[in-house]
């Protein structure tokens, strides 16, 4: 599977890299799309994005990010995702040859023993509510997989390793270990996201589980030709009748 995040796609900057996603078709099977499909979150710029986006001849599947609720137009956006070739998952889940994919955007409070508590004035309570959230709609989501084999997608990252080289003053505002809690209960596959473009590629969870970092402003710096990652997922071979 192909997997991209922050494309901040904008009317202003159409030489995008969509025509670059449409190789996947030789590469792989799926395309996951983790957040920031657009770069004001304006319904303009969603319209352009799934124009475009239609010569990508493989199932796509996405989250939002920040960037697409900056101009309060995010349920506009989703309905058009809904509309459109790109399968938005938003607290939900679906299933492509056997393989389960959960959704959410998730959202920030830092990591470990970090993590912001809901202490104090009424607007901490309600950021910590929001991460919280998030992070049982991410469960309730795995939770309603049966197959062996659970992949999922975030914007904003669940663990700590992969937005290293991001100062450590905003590590807070990247991500949130709640979001990593629901990946090691549910024995997630392997989890992909986006958000910290200048942290590191990869990390593992402190169950095991693989944890990318496809923001396309980091994987530019190593391949400026290739800026996806791929990733091989084994798919179980179907139990047979006796």
């Given amino acids: 599977m192909g997997a991209v995040a922050d494309l901040h796609y904008s009317l202003q900057s159409q030489a995008s890299i969509v025509p670059m996603l449409g190789r996947l078709v030789d590469e792989a099977d799926v395309l996951l799309l983790c957040g920031d499909l657009t770069h004001h979150g ?13 010569a990508v001849r493989i199932p796509m599947l996405a989250v939002l990010g920040n960037h697409d609720h900056h101009s309060d137009q995010q349920d506009e956006i989703k309905r058009m995702l809904v509309d459109s070739s790109i399968h938005l998952l938003d607290g939900d889940a679906t299933e492509i040859r056997g393989v389960g994919f959960a959704g959410v955007k998730g959202f920030a409070s830092g990591f470990g023993r970090h993590l912001l508590e809901p202490w104090g004035e009424r607007i901490v309570k309600e950021f910590v509510h929001e991460a919280v959230e998030e992070a049982l709609r991410l469960e309730s989501a795995l939770a309603g997989l049966r197959t062996p084999q659970r992949i999922a997608l975030l914007h904003y990252a669940p663990i700590a390793d992969t937005v290293q080289g991001e100062p450590p003053e905003i590590f807070p505002f990247l991500g949130s270990s709640r979001l ?15 958000h910290a473009h200048h942290g590191s590629p990869e990390g593992r969870t402190s169950a095991g589980v693989p944890v990318y970092n496809v923001s396309i402003p980091l994987l530019r710096r190593s391949n400026p030709e290739r800026p996806y990652r791929i990733v091989e997922i084994e798919i179980e071979p179907a139990a047979t009748a006796g």
């Avoid at 304006?42 to 239609?54: I, N, W």
């Fill in 180 to 194: 990593e809690e629901a990946l090691n209960r549910f024995q997630v596959t392997a989890a992909f996201h986006g």
């Fill in 42 to 54: 304006r319904t303009d710029e969603a319209a352009a994005l799934v124009r475009e986006m239609a």
